[in-house]
Structure formats: structure tokens, C-alpha cells
């Protein structure tokens, strides 16, 4: 990019939109008095925490993002960088596994016949879910059932914390297996949590995306 | 998914696609003789060791999930599911990678406007880019340029290892900053590869990865 | 070691210590009923499942280790002593960590001018601390003050999981900020479990573990 | 803590021990024209860019804590925090390893029973330790022997970057399984860099450690 140099950088700031620090909180899309084995105060503070704090951190990251002097440190713009990897995806994790609870639990659609399709059945592609849930018990991490463009399929991914995720993908069906996801409820019970989380398990969302992804990116 | 425990599960093996192993290597998808500044024999070590190392061994894992035996405990697997993605990552960075390079360096297309758009110039989002990069230098990672959904636009991300990457999204501009991307021919020196890298960038991949990320998931 | 290859390598197995997988849950230091502000549900689920959980999955960790195949892939090798230092982290730390528990609080002895002589004064330790404690809210880690050698002086830590640590030292102060640690009693409250934390500082012991490591590595 | 509220607190700065900044680069312990298998352009490189890298690093690190804002988000304080750490282990860490660099090969002194002793053989132990480096070959990390004071023995350890380490010990025998610790001289072949490594290591130095360890934390 021969030219760059010589170009005259625009001030870094608030005008520009990765810079921005716009974020906004969505509300809940589902009544948290009313899914099964997950308390209200439970997901109430999932979201008002937990999600709604990644949000507000994200914007002050974006904005001290654009205010970082050039000259500064390149391991200072690197710590920062990576504060923004985590606010993000906590931010994108958090809507997609809120999004896909609320429901009834029974399986249906054509995400079926994907999954059982890909992992030979579909109890063994739930196994697998299961007990890579299982693998993140007492600590953090997600479950995450994506569509891979790469695989043209959809694919189960195992994550330790919010940056680690597939290279390239969209995900279906996200569980969160961060503590604060169960131990207001469950204590340590990760087990008893996985099972409410496929009981609220909202299949309809879940289809949703699978069809919007397989019409895009493929 | 009330159903799942009464199911009988299919034996995990090579017959489902997860469990496949059957991932394919592809060549460099340009003359490694010719680029300026990377010598064929860095390009040629890093196809042949590093990504088609991942490939093979990703083989391998995805065969080992399909054995895993149904009461292992859950350690194991995620052990191997963390394996997994380090491989599966590492495969479709690689490709990412590889597929921007050999071009001339000159910025142009679509893409321009997108990126000056998101950081305000053109300018600002280069230098973010080199200086993460270089908070990078001396051990391992990514700068990834992603289309991001959530977003409805292009956005620069770090990366320190495989794993780390945005949690919904396309690459549109992948720089690979382990040091077997330059330690080669450069040493320690991350800034002069990063300057190569750029001088190498083809961006008309480049320009065809956004317009299939917009004409995609939006 | 030129003599290695050509030596007959004994079979790895329960006989040798490394591989023995032998230790033992050692029981809380104090009595968790009596605790202020951290309840005994949550000290006893503490220490009956994660701490005691790592210890028992050390022990399986071990003995697997000792029976990996010789011409194992590396990475299956590597999976397996990243487990093993997983657990044996979340053993070592679950242990100064319920070890300097059950106090009054009262900061007294001869570590508090190694702390005031450290970072200037005590409260500007603590206040490190506190919020280093604070930024680790929500997620896992811990916050470890150490004896470092190479320093000779003790200093405060920050760990975003049981593997990270300092390279070399002895941990004098242990505060941990997983959320096994304080969900059930004060849901995403990191604040006031680090105030009941504190409340409940075994001062005593930690001027016990200074002694010792100022009398050991040097 | 109860008193520290009340305590005015001495502003953080230069003054204090924590903060000062004023670690100084050593040395390479041998001369690095002389060792076997390791190019001097190699063992140059990697002591004066990565090892002094680290240490300037972690002087600006300790300065720019001791210059924290009280009322900084506490995300600003651990993004720091995390860089002091990794600076901090590289630091000593690459000390360690170039302090067992320069020497015969010739394994020999009292701490070959300890290894023989918790490994079953001298040779189970040497397997464990290459194959633990393969793992980590492409990336990052470091294959550490330390002793382990809980343990009462020595064991080896994995990591996969700087911050991973033993929560408690002291290192007797480190390999750098960084690429600049090989890719200069050997390319992707981390195997003849560990066979190197082997040749040139300093028994004599790790015997030292181990009779220190073990005169010091029991």
C-alpha cells in the first residue's frame, strides 16, 4: 500500500465507526420469570451483568482505541486490541445464546437432519455437546454449534474463554459454560445446567440462523 | 431435546463427516519464487510444515473424536476438542493467508472505502494494523481483517494464537505473525515482514472475499 | 545426553512418582461455617468439587500420561501435559488459597513492610489488588502475591486461569476470582466477595509462607 | 484490611520497588560463536531482541503501573497487569535458558536420580521432555523441569507462552520451544533444534539450581 505514508491520517476518533463506541444493550428476547430450572434473578444477572457489562466496556475500549497516540507502544495497542477481542465476542456470544433460549426444548427443523447428518446421529453429536460442556465445568468457556463455510457443515467447537472461536463461521447454537451462566442456580452442578439449558433450548431460532447462513456465506 | 437419551447413537466413526478426518491440502496458490521480499524457501517451509502440518493433524484428531470412547472423561475430549480448533484454525488461516498474498501491493477496489469508512482513512487503519501486528513480533499470531455481521462492517482484530478470533465473521485480509512467517528471512525483524507482507498483498482476493461477505451474511 | 537412545527406557507406569497419580484431597484448614460473609454451601462446594475435582483429575491425568504410547502423536502428548498442568495449578493454588482463609483480617507482621516497601504504601498494594481482583470479575483467574527470587521482594500477580503464574516464586497471598469462588453467595458481585475475602484474611499465614520463602530460594 | 481505606496512599510511582522499572539486561553466560548447532547470528538475535526485549519491556510496564490513574476501569489495570507478566516470565525465563545453554551435553551431577527416580528412567523422562517441545513446535512455549516444592521432587512441565507456568517452584532445566529459538538455524525443524539443544546443555547448571532449590523451599 505504497501510498499510506504520505497520506495525512484523519485524526482517530470518535467519527470514525470502529472507534465509535456505540454499542447498544438489547433487551432479553424472552421473559426470564418463565423458562424452566433457570432462575429469574439468574438470567437477570447474566444479561445486566455480564453481557450488558461486556457492551459498556466495548465502547470505552473503541473510544480509547481512537484516542491511542501513534506513538505509543506497540504492546500497549496490543493490550488494548485484545480487551476488544473479548468485549466483542462476549457481546456477539451473549445475544446468540440469550436468542436461542426461551424455548420448549424439542428438537425440529431442518438443523436436524444437518446435525445427525454431520456427526452420524444425532445423540451423538448431543454427546458431544454434553460433554464438551462437561470439559468447561468450573471454569469458563462455550459450546459452540456453528456453520462452517470451510466444511460447507455445521460443526461443534469447544472455547475456554470469549476469543476462541472458529476462524470463519456463523453460530447456531451457543451455550455459555461460564459459571455465571449456572452457579446462581446450579453451584457447581454443570451437568443439571446443561440439562436446563436443553430443556429452554429455542430449535426455532436455532433454524433461523441455519437457514440465514446457509443463503449467505457458503 | 427430550428424545435423545432413548435414541440409540450410531457408532462415532469415519462414516459422519465431523469425524471425517478427510481434509485436503492445497498448493500455494502462486509462483513462491516470485514474491518480493519472502523467499521461496520461507513460503514453500511454511506451506509444506506449518499449514499442511495442521491439515494432517487435524486428519488425525477429527478420527480420534469419532473413537473416543462414550465415558471418557470429559478432560479428554475437550482436550482433543481444543486440538481441534488449534488444527482447524490453523488450516483455514493458513489458506486465508496464502490466498492475499502474491499480489503487487497496490490498494485498490471496493474494499478501499469500506476500510477508510470504519477508521476514519485509510492511513489510520494501515498503522493499526502494522502496529498490532508488531505487539505480535517475537512470538505468535494473527491481524485479521474480518467482515463482521454483527457489525455490518469490516473491523481489524488480534489474535495471539489459533484459537483467538472474531466469534461470527468472514477474513478478508489475514497477516500471519508466528515467527515461521518471517524468522526465515527476517530474523526478529517483524517490521520489515510486515512491510513485505504489504508489498506482496493482493488485494483483489482481497475485494472478491468482501463482496462475497456482503452478498452473504448481512 | 548422548547415552539416552541407546538406554532401555523402564515402562512409564504407576511406579514412577511422576506418573504415580497419588495425591491426596487435603481438608479445609478451617472450620466453614464460621467464615464472615462467604457461607459453608459455597466454601464446602468450593472445595468438594473444584479443588478436590482437580485433585482427583490429576490423579487420572497422571496415570494416563504414564501410559502413553511411545509413538504417540506429539500433540496427543502435549494435550494431556497441559491437563496436568491445569489440575496440578488448581491444586497447588486451591491450597494457598483456603490456607490463608479463616483469619480476622487483621493485617499485621513482618510481610506488611514487604508490601508497603513494594508498591509504596499497603493501600497502594491493596488497592492493586483489589482491582486487579476486579478485572477478572465475571470470568476465571486469580490474583497472587509471590516471594519472587529474582526480585528478591515480593510482588502482586495477575493469572486469567490456573496455568498462568509466575515463572519462578512461591506464593505468599492467594485470592481466587473464579466464580466457583463467590457466584453462589454474591452472583456476579466480584466486589463484595473481595471485600468478605479480605474479611477473612489469614494474615498469619501468609507472614508463615514469607518466612519460609525468605528463608528458602534466595 | 480494615484500616487501609483510611490510609492516605503515597502516590504510586518510581519510588516504589514494584514500579521502579530498573531491571537490567544480563549478559549471554558463553560465547555464542562457540556452541554447537546454534549459530551465533541465532543465539544473538535471540538475546539482544527477544530476552532484552522483554526486559525493556517490562521497565516501561512497571512504569506505566506506577502511573495508573486510581479511577482507570479495572480492564485498563489487568490489560497492564497481563503484560507485566508476560514480560516478567520472559525475562526470567530466557535467564534460565541461556543459563543451562553452553555446556557439553554430557548429562551427569546428583539431579540425574531425581529425574531417573520420578520418571522411572533417565531416558522416560528425556522422551517425555522431546516429545513435550515437539507438541510445541510451530508456535510458542517453553518445556520446563522444575522442582516442585509441593511435590518434594521434580517434574516436567508444559507451556504454551510465557505466563504458563508451575504455580509453584523453581525451573532447573528450560527449552525455549519458541520459533526464535530455532527457525534462524533450522527452519520448521523443531527436532534438530531440540537435538541442539541436548548438546549443548549445561548440566552443571542444573545441578546448581537443583542444590539450591533444594536447600531453599521444601
Partial sequence: MADAKTTTAAPMGPASRAYGGTHEVKPLPFDPAKLKGLSEKLLTSHHDNNYAGAVKRLNL???Q????????APYQLGALKREELIATNSMILHEFY?????????ASGPILPLLA????SLATWEQEVRQTGLSLGGGSGWVIVSYSPHERAVHTYWSADHTQNLAWGMPLLVMDMYEHAYAIDYGANAKSYIDAFFENLNWDAVNQRAEQARAGVT
Avoid: H, S, T, V
Wanted: proline letters at 4%.
Fill in 61 to 63: 475500549i473503541e473510544q
Fill in 65 to 72: 482505541l481512537g484516542q491511542m497516540p501513534k506513538d505509543a
Fill in 98 to 106: 440469550f436468542g436461542n433460549l426461551g424455548g420448549d426444548g424439542r
Fill in 117 to 120: 447428518g454431520a456427526y452420524g
